[in-house]
Protein backbone atom coordinates (compact mmCIF):
# COMPACT_ATOMS: atom_id res chain seq x y z
CA UNK A 1 0.00 0.00 0.00
CA UNK A 2 2.92 2.49 0.86
CA UNK A 3 4.83 1.57 -2.55
CA UNK A 4 1.05 2.26 -4.72
CA UNK A 5 1.50 5.73 -2.73
CA UNK A 6 4.61 7.16 -3.25
CA UNK A 7 4.32 6.10 -7.12
CA UNK A 8 1.02 7.90 -6.80
CA UNK A 9 2.84 11.39 -5.31
CA UNK A 10 5.71 10.61 -7.49
CA UNK A 11 3.65 10.53 -10.64
CA UNK A 12 1.77 14.01 -9.71
CA UNK A 13 4.71 15.91 -8.83
CA UNK A 14 6.52 14.59 -12.38
CA UNK A 15 3.31 16.13 -13.46
CA UNK A 16 3.75 19.31 -12.12
CA UNK A 17 7.04 20.05 -12.55
CA UNK A 18 6.64 19.52 -16.29
CA UNK A 19 4.16 22.04 -16.74
CA UNK A 20 6.29 24.51 -14.56
CA UNK A 21 8.61 24.10 -17.48
CA UNK A 22 6.39 24.37 -20.53
CA UNK A 23 5.61 27.65 -19.54
CA UNK A 24 8.96 28.54 -17.97
CA UNK A 25 10.19 28.22 -21.70
CA UNK A 26 7.41 30.01 -22.89
CA UNK A 27 7.87 33.33 -20.95
CA UNK A 28 11.23 33.57 -22.01
CA UNK A 29 11.00 33.66 -26.06
CA UNK A 30 11.49 37.15 -26.68
CA UNK A 31 11.79 39.95 -29.67
CA UNK A 32 13.65 42.98 -30.88
CA UNK A 33 11.75 46.07 -31.49
CA UNK A 34 13.74 49.24 -33.79
CA UNK A 35 12.92 52.26 -34.92
CA UNK A 36 13.07 55.69 -35.71
CA UNK A 37 11.28 59.14 -35.03
CA UNK A 38 11.31 61.86 -38.03
CA UNK A 39 9.13 65.09 -38.22
CA UNK A 40 6.74 64.38 -41.03
CA UNK A 41 7.66 66.20 -44.07
CA UNK A 42 10.69 67.21 -43.44
CA UNK A 43 11.80 63.78 -42.50
CA UNK A 44 14.16 65.74 -39.76
CA UNK A 45 15.14 62.74 -37.23
CA UNK A 46 13.86 63.74 -33.53
CA UNK A 47 15.89 62.82 -30.75
CA UNK A 48 14.25 62.44 -26.68
CA UNK A 49 11.27 60.85 -27.91
CA UNK A 50 9.49 58.80 -25.77
CA UNK A 51 8.97 55.49 -26.79
CA UNK A 52 6.79 52.93 -24.55
CA UNK A 53 4.56 50.10 -25.28
CA UNK A 54 1.29 48.96 -24.01
CA UNK A 55 1.69 46.10 -22.18
CA UNK A 56 4.16 47.68 -20.68
CA UNK A 57 7.58 46.54 -21.17
CA UNK A 58 10.69 49.05 -21.16
CA UNK A 59 10.46 53.02 -21.66
CA UNK A 60 13.22 54.67 -23.72
CA UNK A 61 13.94 57.84 -25.55
CA UNK A 62 15.01 58.22 -29.22
CA UNK A 63 18.62 59.07 -30.12
CA UNK A 64 20.18 62.27 -31.61
CA UNK A 65 19.31 60.30 -34.91
CA UNK A 66 16.17 59.81 -34.00
CA UNK A 67 16.50 56.17 -33.40
CA UNK A 68 15.34 53.62 -30.47
CA UNK A 69 15.61 49.93 -29.65
CA UNK A 70 13.47 47.78 -27.34
CA UNK A 71 15.21 44.73 -26.73
CA UNK A 72 13.54 41.49 -25.00
CA UNK A 73 9.88 42.16 -25.64
CA UNK A 74 8.34 38.85 -24.76
CA UNK A 75 5.97 37.60 -27.72
CA UNK A 76 2.63 39.04 -28.34
CA UNK A 77 0.51 41.78 -29.26
CA UNK A 78 1.69 45.54 -28.48
CA UNK A 79 0.64 48.42 -28.93
CA UNK A 80 3.67 51.24 -29.31
CA UNK A 81 3.26 55.15 -28.56
CA UNK A 82 5.40 57.76 -29.49
CA UNK A 83 5.41 61.15 -27.46
CA UNK A 84 7.28 64.21 -27.37
CA UNK A 85 5.93 68.04 -26.44
CA UNK A 86 5.44 69.78 -29.01
CA UNK A 87 4.22 66.98 -31.36
CA UNK A 88 0.95 65.14 -31.36
CA UNK A 89 1.03 61.50 -30.07
CA UNK A 90 1.85 58.34 -32.44
CA UNK A 91 0.51 55.18 -31.84
CA UNK A 92 1.45 51.61 -34.41
CA UNK A 93 0.35 48.48 -33.19
CA UNK A 94 3.67 45.42 -33.55
CA UNK A 95 3.35 41.39 -32.99
CA UNK A 96 5.78 39.20 -31.84
CA UNK A 97 5.50 35.18 -33.02
CA UNK A 98 8.92 33.70 -33.21
CA UNK A 99 12.24 33.84 -30.76
CA UNK A 100 14.32 36.65 -31.72
CA UNK A 101 11.70 38.04 -34.09
CA UNK A 102 12.74 41.86 -35.34
CA UNK A 103 10.44 44.22 -35.77
CA UNK A 104 11.38 47.69 -37.92
CA UNK A 105 9.05 50.79 -37.93
CA UNK A 106 9.26 54.33 -38.50
CA UNK A 107 7.45 57.40 -36.69
CA UNK A 108 6.22 60.36 -38.66
CA UNK A 109 5.25 62.60 -36.13
CA UNK A 110 3.36 66.04 -36.69
CA UNK A 111 3.83 69.64 -35.26
CA UNK A 112 1.01 69.98 -32.44
CA UNK A 113 -0.55 73.05 -33.75
CA UNK A 114 -2.81 73.58 -30.27
CA UNK A 115 0.27 74.12 -28.66
CA UNK A 116 1.52 76.61 -31.40
CA UNK A 117 0.81 80.06 -32.03
CA UNK A 118 0.45 81.81 -35.76
CA UNK A 119 2.82 85.26 -35.99
CA UNK A 120 0.69 87.94 -35.74
CA UNK A 121 -0.13 90.28 -39.13
CA UNK A 122 2.46 92.45 -40.60
CA UNK A 123 2.69 95.92 -39.55
CA UNK A 124 3.84 98.05 -43.19
CA UNK A 125 5.33 100.57 -40.89
CA UNK A 126 7.50 102.54 -44.08
CA UNK A 127 6.83 104.31 -46.53
CA UNK A 128 3.65 104.92 -44.66
CA UNK A 129 -0.10 104.10 -46.58
CA UNK A 130 -0.27 106.57 -49.73
CA UNK A 131 2.87 108.46 -49.20
CA UNK A 132 3.79 110.39 -52.44
CA UNK A 133 6.94 111.71 -53.91
CA UNK A 134 9.05 108.80 -52.62
CA UNK A 135 12.63 108.72 -54.70
CA UNK A 136 13.89 105.93 -56.95
CA UNK A 137 15.28 103.67 -54.08
CA UNK A 138 12.69 103.07 -51.31
CA UNK A 139 13.05 100.69 -48.01
CA UNK A 140 10.03 99.02 -47.44
CA UNK A 141 10.25 98.24 -43.03
CA UNK A 142 7.54 96.28 -41.65
CA UNK A 143 6.98 94.44 -38.19
CA UNK A 144 5.78 90.92 -37.27
CA UNK A 145 5.76 89.06 -33.94
CA UNK A 146 5.71 85.47 -33.08
CA UNK A 147 4.28 84.54 -29.11
CA UNK A 148 6.44 81.40 -29.83
CA UNK A 149 10.60 82.60 -28.98
CA UNK A 150 12.07 79.63 -31.14
CA UNK A 151 9.54 79.81 -33.75
CA UNK A 152 11.57 80.96 -37.23
CA UNK A 153 10.11 83.45 -39.17
CA UNK A 154 10.34 83.88 -42.99
CA UNK A 155 8.89 86.80 -45.25
CA UNK A 156 7.51 86.96 -48.46
CA UNK A 157 6.91 90.29 -50.47
CA UNK A 158 4.60 91.02 -52.88
CA UNK A 159 4.89 94.32 -55.04
CA UNK A 160 2.27 95.31 -58.05
CA UNK A 161 2.52 98.69 -60.11
CA UNK A 162 -0.33 101.05 -61.70
CA UNK A 163 2.17 100.67 -64.92
CA UNK A 164 1.98 97.31 -66.08
CA UNK A 165 0.98 94.08 -65.16
CA UNK A 166 4.53 92.91 -63.28
CA UNK A 167 4.47 91.86 -60.39
CA UNK A 168 7.55 91.69 -57.96
CA UNK A 169 7.46 88.55 -55.59
CA UNK A 170 10.59 88.20 -52.90
CA UNK A 171 10.19 84.73 -51.08
CA UNK A 172 12.19 83.70 -47.72
CA UNK A 173 13.19 86.76 -45.97
CA UNK A 174 14.43 86.58 -42.86
CA UNK A 175 14.79 90.45 -42.48
CA UNK A 176 11.84 92.83 -41.91
CA UNK A 177 12.80 95.47 -44.46
CA UNK A 178 13.68 95.42 -48.28
CA UNK A 179 15.40 97.82 -50.63
CA UNK A 180 13.24 98.51 -53.87
CA UNK A 181 15.29 99.75 -56.17
CA UNK A 182 14.82 100.91 -60.29
CA UNK A 183 11.77 102.18 -59.72
CA UNK A 184 10.14 104.49 -62.45
CA UNK A 185 9.00 108.26 -61.99
CA UNK A 186 5.36 108.96 -61.30
CA UNK A 187 4.23 105.45 -61.01
CA UNK A 188 2.15 104.02 -57.79
CA UNK A 189 3.67 100.92 -56.15
CA UNK A 190 1.39 98.77 -54.17
CA UNK A 191 3.01 96.31 -51.57
CA UNK A 192 1.91 93.79 -49.23
CA UNK A 193 3.84 91.29 -46.72
CA UNK A 194 3.04 87.57 -45.91
CA UNK A 195 4.73 85.54 -42.92
CA UNK A 196 4.81 81.81 -42.48
CA UNK A 197 6.41 80.72 -39.20
CA UNK A 198 6.39 76.68 -40.89
CA UNK A 199 3.45 75.71 -39.17
CA UNK A 200 0.56 77.75 -39.42
CA UNK A 201 -0.74 78.86 -42.69
CA UNK A 202 0.56 82.48 -44.18
CA UNK A 203 -0.59 85.87 -42.84
CA UNK A 204 -1.48 88.56 -44.75
CA UNK A 205 -0.76 92.13 -44.04
CA UNK A 206 -2.74 94.61 -45.21
CA UNK A 207 -2.18 96.31 -48.76
CA UNK A 208 0.37 99.84 -48.89
CA UNK A 209 0.55 102.32 -51.74
CA UNK A 210 3.48 104.79 -52.26
CA UNK A 211 3.75 106.89 -54.99
CA UNK A 212 7.27 107.83 -56.48
CA UNK A 213 8.18 111.62 -57.56
CA UNK A 214 7.40 112.52 -61.22
CA UNK A 215 10.05 112.95 -64.11
CA UNK A 216 12.73 115.80 -62.60
CA UNK A 217 13.12 118.51 -65.27
CA UNK A 218 17.47 117.75 -64.38
CA UNK A 219 19.85 120.15 -66.40
CA UNK A 220 22.83 117.96 -65.57
CA UNK A 221 23.49 114.97 -67.37
CA UNK A 222 27.57 113.57 -66.18
CA UNK A 223 29.61 110.34 -66.27
CA UNK A 224 30.79 108.31 -63.95
CA UNK A 225 32.75 105.22 -63.44
CA UNK A 226 32.45 102.08 -61.60
CA UNK A 227 34.24 98.51 -62.20
CA UNK A 228 35.57 99.28 -65.41
CA UNK A 229 31.84 100.41 -66.32
CA UNK A 230 31.16 104.42 -67.40
CA UNK A 231 27.35 105.35 -66.47
CA UNK A 232 25.36 108.52 -66.90
CA UNK A 233 23.87 110.11 -63.93
CA UNK A 234 20.86 112.68 -63.53
CA UNK A 235 20.84 115.81 -61.66
CA UNK A 236 19.34 118.79 -60.45
CA UNK A 237 20.71 122.02 -59.48
CA UNK A 238 20.88 121.25 -56.03
CA UNK A 239 22.35 117.84 -56.07
CA UNK A 240 19.41 115.56 -56.31
CA UNK A 241 20.67 113.30 -58.86
CA UNK A 242 19.66 109.54 -59.86
CA UNK A 243 21.46 106.55 -61.88
CA UNK A 244 20.21 107.62 -65.98
CA UNK A 245 21.46 104.27 -67.46
CA UNK A 246 22.29 100.93 -66.17
CA UNK A 247 26.01 99.91 -64.84
CA UNK A 248 26.00 96.92 -67.01
CA UNK A 249 25.46 99.13 -70.05
CA UNK A 250 28.89 101.49 -71.06
CA UNK A 251 27.15 104.84 -71.70
CA UNK A 252 29.03 107.69 -72.00
CA UNK A 253 28.51 111.39 -73.55
CA UNK A 254 25.04 112.03 -72.76
CA UNK A 255 23.57 115.11 -74.81
CA UNK A 256 20.11 116.41 -74.35
CA UNK A 257 17.98 118.10 -76.53
CA UNK A 258 14.56 119.97 -74.69
CA UNK A 259 12.80 119.96 -77.87
CA UNK A 260 13.03 116.37 -78.57
CA UNK A 261 12.38 115.40 -74.90
CA UNK A 262 14.79 113.03 -75.19
CA UNK A 263 19.16 112.34 -73.95
CA UNK A 264 21.09 111.17 -76.37
CA UNK A 265 24.13 109.20 -75.18
CA UNK A 266 26.83 106.85 -76.83
CA UNK A 267 27.13 102.99 -75.72
CA UNK A 268 28.84 99.75 -76.72
CA UNK A 269 27.03 97.42 -78.62
CA UNK A 270 28.94 94.31 -79.70
CA UNK A 271 32.17 95.66 -79.85
CA UNK A 272 31.17 98.69 -81.25
CA UNK A 273 30.06 102.70 -80.67
CA UNK A 274 26.44 103.54 -81.45
CA UNK A 275 24.02 106.20 -80.42
CA UNK A 276 20.96 105.72 -78.16
CA UNK A 277 18.60 107.76 -76.64
CA UNK A 278 16.24 107.89 -73.64
CA UNK A 279 13.42 109.62 -72.10
CA UNK A 280 14.54 112.12 -69.16
CA UNK A 281 13.60 109.01 -66.27
CA UNK A 282 16.06 106.31 -68.47
CA UNK A 283 13.57 104.47 -69.96
CA UNK A 284 12.20 103.51 -73.37
CA UNK A 285 16.17 103.28 -74.17
CA UNK A 286 16.50 103.02 -78.50
CA UNK A 287 19.27 102.41 -80.70
CA UNK A 288 19.43 105.02 -83.18
CA UNK A 289 22.44 104.38 -85.57
CA UNK A 290 23.03 101.26 -87.61
CA UNK A 291 26.52 102.45 -89.00
CA UNK A 292 28.58 102.88 -85.81
CA UNK A 293 30.82 105.83 -84.65
CA UNK A 294 34.15 105.25 -85.32
CA UNK A 295 37.46 107.01 -84.98
CA UNK A 296 40.81 106.70 -83.00
CA UNK A 297 39.48 106.60 -79.60
CA UNK A 298 35.87 105.66 -78.62
CA UNK A 299 36.00 107.53 -75.48
CA UNK A 300 36.91 110.87 -77.37
CA UNK A 301 34.41 110.69 -80.08
CA UNK A 302 31.23 113.15 -79.91
CA UNK A 303 28.20 113.90 -81.74
CA UNK A 304 25.45 116.56 -81.99
CA UNK A 305 21.74 117.27 -81.96
CA UNK A 306 19.97 119.79 -84.53
CA UNK A 307 17.97 122.17 -82.16
CA UNK A 308 15.00 121.17 -83.71
CA UNK A 309 15.72 117.58 -82.32
CA UNK A 310 14.77 115.88 -84.78
CA UNK A 311 18.04 114.39 -86.51
CA UNK A 312 21.57 113.92 -84.83
CA UNK A 313 24.84 114.42 -86.88
CA UNK A 314 27.99 112.29 -85.99
CA UNK A 315 31.19 110.52 -87.74
CA UNK A 316 32.85 107.36 -88.45
CA UNK A 317 36.40 107.46 -89.47
CA UNK A 318 36.47 110.38 -92.11
CA UNK A 319 32.65 110.42 -93.23
CA UNK A 320 30.43 113.08 -91.29
CA UNK A 321 26.30 111.67 -91.39
CA UNK A 322 22.74 113.06 -90.10
CA UNK A 323 20.22 110.66 -89.37
CA UNK A 324 16.60 110.73 -87.79
CA UNK A 325 16.39 110.34 -84.23
CA UNK A 326 14.13 107.48 -85.16
CA UNK A 327 17.27 105.60 -87.21
CA UNK A 328 15.62 106.40 -90.42
CA UNK A 329 17.25 108.58 -93.06
CA UNK A 330 20.74 108.30 -92.86
CA UNK A 331 22.43 110.72 -95.58
CA UNK A 332 26.55 111.58 -95.43
CA UNK A 333 26.88 115.10 -95.62
CA UNK A 334 30.69 115.36 -95.58
CA UNK A 335 34.16 113.56 -96.39
CA UNK A 336 37.17 114.63 -94.78
CA UNK A 337 39.36 115.61 -98.30
CA UNK A 338 43.25 114.36 -96.64
CA UNK A 339 41.27 111.25 -95.18
CA UNK A 340 41.71 112.62 -91.39
CA UNK A 341 39.69 111.40 -88.90
CA UNK A 342 36.60 113.07 -87.52
CA UNK A 343 36.54 112.44 -83.79
CA UNK A 344 34.17 115.75 -82.65
CA UNK A 345 31.45 117.96 -84.16
CA UNK A 346 29.11 120.76 -83.00
CA UNK A 347 25.96 121.90 -84.95
CA UNK A 348 25.27 125.19 -84.62
CA UNK A 349 22.13 126.71 -83.01
CA UNK A 350 20.93 128.07 -86.47
CA UNK A 351 21.46 125.10 -87.63
CA UNK A 352 24.06 126.69 -90.87
CA UNK A 353 27.40 125.76 -89.78
CA UNK A 354 29.14 122.59 -88.42
CA UNK A 355 32.25 122.48 -86.39
CA UNK A 356 35.19 119.23 -86.78
CA UNK A 357 38.11 118.21 -84.87
CA UNK A 358 40.11 115.84 -87.05
CA UNK A 359 42.96 113.91 -86.26
CA UNK A 360 45.58 111.31 -87.42
CA UNK A 361 44.81 107.38 -86.05
CA UNK A 362 47.10 108.34 -82.84
CA UNK A 363 45.01 111.50 -82.13
CA UNK A 364 47.24 114.28 -82.93
CA UNK A 365 47.95 116.60 -86.06
CA UNK A 366 44.76 117.72 -84.77
CA UNK A 367 42.51 120.64 -86.87
CA UNK A 368 39.27 122.64 -85.66
CA UNK A 369 37.51 124.39 -88.29
CA UNK A 370 34.40 125.58 -89.37
CA UNK A 371 32.22 124.13 -92.29
CA UNK A 372 28.60 125.32 -93.89
CA UNK A 373 25.83 123.24 -94.80
CA UNK A 374 27.58 122.18 -98.45
CA UNK A 375 30.80 121.13 -96.80
CA UNK A 376 32.82 124.12 -97.56
CA UNK A 377 35.24 125.38 -95.26
CA UNK A 378 33.99 128.93 -93.85
CA UNK A 379 37.01 129.26 -90.84
CA UNK A 380 39.96 127.19 -89.42
CA UNK A 381 40.19 127.58 -85.44
CA UNK A 382 43.18 125.64 -85.18
CA UNK A 383 45.64 123.55 -87.45
CA UNK A 384 49.35 122.67 -87.50
CA UNK A 385 49.80 122.43 -83.45
CA UNK A 386 51.27 119.72 -81.18
CA UNK A 387 49.06 118.13 -78.26
CA UNK A 388 45.64 116.76 -78.26
CA UNK A 389 42.60 119.01 -78.38
CA UNK A 390 38.91 118.59 -78.77
CA UNK A 391 35.41 119.57 -76.73
CA UNK A 392 33.79 121.76 -79.76
CA UNK A 393 30.66 123.73 -78.37
CA UNK A 394 29.10 126.91 -79.94
CA UNK A 395 27.81 129.40 -78.28
CA UNK A 396 24.06 129.96 -78.44
CA UNK A 397 24.60 132.77 -80.89
CA UNK A 398 27.27 131.15 -82.55
CA UNK A 399 30.04 133.77 -82.24
CA UNK A 400 32.03 131.66 -79.87
CA UNK A 401 33.51 128.11 -80.16
CA UNK A 402 35.02 126.17 -77.19
CA UNK A 403 37.88 123.87 -77.21
CA UNK A 404 40.25 122.66 -75.61
CA UNK A 405 43.74 122.23 -76.66
CA UNK A 406 47.03 120.41 -74.64
CA UNK A 407 49.50 123.62 -74.43
CA UNK A 408 52.13 121.31 -73.36
CA UNK A 409 52.25 119.50 -77.40
CA UNK A 410 52.91 116.40 -75.92
CA UNK A 411 52.48 113.11 -77.77
CA UNK A 412 52.47 109.57 -76.96
CA UNK A 413 50.88 106.10 -78.12
CA UNK A 414 48.36 106.43 -75.21
CA UNK A 415 47.12 110.06 -76.12
CA UNK A 416 48.08 111.35 -72.54
CA UNK A 417 47.87 115.04 -71.90
CA UNK A 418 49.77 116.95 -69.39
CA UNK A 419 48.20 120.81 -70.08
CA UNK A 420 45.27 121.05 -71.58
CA UNK A 421 43.63 124.40 -71.53
CA UNK A 422 40.10 125.52 -72.15
CA UNK A 423 40.15 128.53 -75.21
CA UNK A 424 36.85 129.95 -76.22
CA UNK A 425 37.42 131.25 -80.04
CA UNK A 426 35.34 134.68 -81.16
CA UNK A 427 34.61 133.75 -84.72
CA UNK A 428 33.49 137.64 -84.89
CA UNK A 429 37.11 139.15 -84.48
CA UNK A 430 38.93 135.80 -84.70
CA UNK A 431 40.32 136.56 -80.97
CA UNK A 432 41.43 133.15 -79.10
CA UNK A 433 40.46 133.61 -75.07
CA UNK A 434 42.43 131.26 -72.76
CA UNK A 435 39.87 130.74 -69.80
CA UNK A 436 42.08 128.55 -67.80
CA UNK A 437 44.56 130.85 -67.33
CA UNK A 438 42.39 133.26 -66.23
CA UNK A 439 40.77 130.87 -63.48
CA UNK A 440 44.31 129.99 -62.82
CA UNK A 441 44.13 126.30 -63.68
CA UNK A 442 46.14 124.16 -61.08
CA UNK A 443 49.57 122.97 -62.01
CA UNK A 444 49.66 119.69 -63.43
CA UNK A 445 46.18 119.49 -64.24
CA UNK A 446 44.13 119.04 -67.53
CA UNK A 447 40.91 121.08 -68.36
CA UNK A 448 38.80 118.97 -70.81
CA UNK A 449 35.22 118.38 -72.30
CA UNK A 450 34.25 122.16 -71.80
CA UNK A 451 30.39 123.42 -73.21
CA UNK A 452 28.54 126.44 -72.64
CA UNK A 453 26.01 127.23 -70.17
CA UNK A 454 22.49 127.60 -71.47
CA UNK A 455 22.40 131.44 -70.81
CA UNK A 456 25.97 131.46 -72.12
CA UNK A 457 27.52 132.85 -68.70
CA UNK A 458 29.33 129.55 -67.81
CA UNK A 459 32.24 126.76 -69.06
CA UNK A 460 31.02 123.24 -67.51
CA UNK A 461 33.93 120.71 -67.96
CA UNK A 462 35.85 118.63 -66.24
CA UNK A 463 39.22 119.00 -64.41
CA UNK A 464 41.59 116.24 -63.03
CA UNK A 465 45.25 115.24 -62.94
CA UNK A 466 47.51 114.73 -65.77
CA UNK A 467 48.18 111.28 -64.46
CA UNK A 468 45.41 110.17 -65.96
CA UNK A 469 44.27 107.79 -63.34
CA UNK A 470 42.99 110.19 -60.88
CA UNK A 471 39.67 111.07 -59.84
CA UNK A 472 37.63 113.37 -62.62
CA UNK A 473 35.68 116.63 -61.56
CA UNK A 474 33.22 118.60 -63.12
CA UNK A 475 33.62 122.10 -62.17
CA UNK A 476 32.47 125.17 -63.79
CA UNK A 477 33.90 129.06 -64.78
CA UNK A 478 31.62 132.05 -64.55
CA UNK A 479 32.98 133.76 -68.06
CA UNK A 480 31.05 137.03 -67.47
CA UNK A 481 33.60 138.25 -65.56
CA UNK A 482 35.24 141.41 -67.24
CA UNK A 483 38.33 140.81 -64.88
CA UNK A 484 40.99 138.15 -65.83
CA UNK A 485 41.22 136.36 -62.30
CA UNK A 486 38.10 133.69 -63.22
CA UNK A 487 36.51 132.11 -60.46
CA UNK A 488 36.43 128.01 -60.52
CA UNK A 489 33.49 125.97 -58.87
CA UNK A 490 33.17 122.57 -58.18
CA UNK A 491 29.66 120.98 -59.07
CA UNK A 492 30.15 117.12 -59.03
CA UNK A 493 32.91 114.92 -57.81
CA UNK A 494 34.00 111.79 -59.58
CA UNK A 495 32.57 113.05 -62.38
CA UNK A 496 33.07 113.85 -66.24
CA UNK A 497 31.83 114.37 -69.83
CA UNK A 498 29.03 117.01 -68.58
CA UNK A 499 26.17 118.31 -70.17
CA UNK A 500 23.91 121.18 -69.29
CA UNK A 501 20.90 122.06 -71.22
Not at 155 to 167: F, P
Not at 198 to 221: G, Q, Y
Amino acid sequence: MKTIIKNTIFIIFSLLLFSCNEELVEQTQTGVLKGKVVKRGSNEPLANVKILTNPTTKTVFSAADGTFEISDIPIGNYSVKAELSGYLANFTSINFQTQNQLVTIVFEMEDDESLNSSPTIPELLSPIDNSENQPLSVELTWNSTDPDSLDVLKYRLIVKNNLNTDVLEVKDLLDKHYTLKDLKFGVSYFWQVAVSDNIHPEVLSAVSKFTTNTIPANRFHYVRKQSGNLYIVSSNDGGDSFQFTALANNSWRPRKNNNAGLIAFLRTEGGSTHIFTAKPDGSDVFKVTSVPLGGFNSYELDFTWKTNGKELIYANFDKLYRINKDGSGQELIYTTPDGSLISECDWSYDGSKIALKTNDFNGYNTKIYIIDMLGNVMKTVLAGVAGGSGGLDFSIDGNYLVYTHDVSGYQDGNYRQLDSHIFIYNLMDNTVRDISTESEKPNGTNDVDPRFSPNNAQIIFTNTSNDGISQRNVETIDINNSGTDLERTSLFSNAEMPDYE
